[in-house]
């Protein structure tokens, strides 16, 4: 069995100022987006530094405004009910990736109104540097001792832990550490990877769906279910789940689209007609 690190939350005081890691998972992922976003700048035409910052700001507004609006609408919107006020109490924890992503996407179609792109060509384009956000996210997590797993079947387990946070002190999974790893650094992988070379427009922006979707799907099973959700369908499926499974679905009818578009916005194959 593993032992829980107990970090303390708080990475720097300052006086008054309190710097949190969790704050600083945040900036290091944005940091790390406008840096493999400045990379792949200098394969494409037409992207200056200007564009690429509206494009992180944009993108932050959309994680920190979407997270939290999915968050509320997605677990908590029966307390909203009751609290309106609720919604706005950011202090109090709770940001959601669904919410994140839909609110990303909503950004995106600003910068692109603005900058004359096309939204998949947008979305392509930033996909890649999204999974390195998600796995510093889910670092945060663990840090905080909060989103852990399921407990372990086997006491032996040689990667269980007691989390300090549990209030039942179970041996459990790591799930943070396995969603960095599984949704974070190995989607980052395979996807910039695929999106090395030039790819049919929409074709990065899928690979991202399903691979998300589908390490999200299968990261549920050892992640402990939130308190007031539980299994909300078959006496097995999380919410996580259930709000994975369209991505996966949306992302298999985008990949067989892309390729029978075959629209290509950079590379020897570019249609500068579309």
């Not at 677990?75 to 609290?83: M, S």
């Not at 950004?107 to 947008?122: G, I, P, R, S, V």
């Not at 427009?201 to 390490?215: D, N």
Request: charge should be positive; hydrophobic fraction near 50%; proline fraction near 6%.
């Amino acid at each position: 069995m593993l032992t829980y690190p107990n970090i303390d939350p708080i990475a720097l005081s300052l006086g008054p100022v309190k710097v949190h890691w969790y704050g600083l998972m945040y900036l290091l992922a944005f940091l790390c987006a406008w840096g493999l976003a400045s990379y792949r700048a200098k394969q494409r035409d037409h992207w200056s530094p200007e564009m690429l910052s509206d494009l992180i700001f944009y993108g932050a507004m959309g994680v920190i405004l979407g997270g939290r609006f999915g968050y509320v609408l997605f677990y908590e919107f029966d307390k909203f009910l009751a609290d309106p006020i609720w919604l706005f109490k950011i202090w109090t924890g709770g940001m959601s990736f669904h919410g994140g992503f839909l609110g990303v996407m909503i950004a995106m179609l600003f910068w692109c109104h603005k900058y004359k792109k096309t939204w998949f060509e947008t979305l392509d384009f930033i996909a890649p540097c999204v999974p390195t956000g998600l796995m510093f996210g889910r670092l945060g997590n663990f840090i905080g001792g909060e989103l852990y797993g399921r407990p372990v079947t086997d006491p032996n387990f040689a990667l269980g832990m007691i989390f300090p946070t549990d209030p039942l002190q179970l041996i459990r999974h790591p799930s943070q550490i396995y969603q960095a790893l599984c949704e974070g650094l190995i989607l980052f992988i395979v996807i910039w990877w695929f999106s090395s070379k030039p790819r049919p427009r929409m074709a990065v922006s899928a690979v991202f769906l399903m691979g998300y979707g589908c390490a999200r799907f299968f990261m549920e099973f050892f992640r402990e279910p939130d308190a007031d959700q539980g299994f909300i369908l078959l006496g097995w499926v999380t919410k996580g789940q259930l709000l994975s499974l369209p991505m996966i679905l949306v992302g298999l009818w985008m990949i067989w689209y892309a390729y029978q578009k075959k629209i290509f916005d950079w590379g020897p194959q570019k249609n500068t007609s579309v």
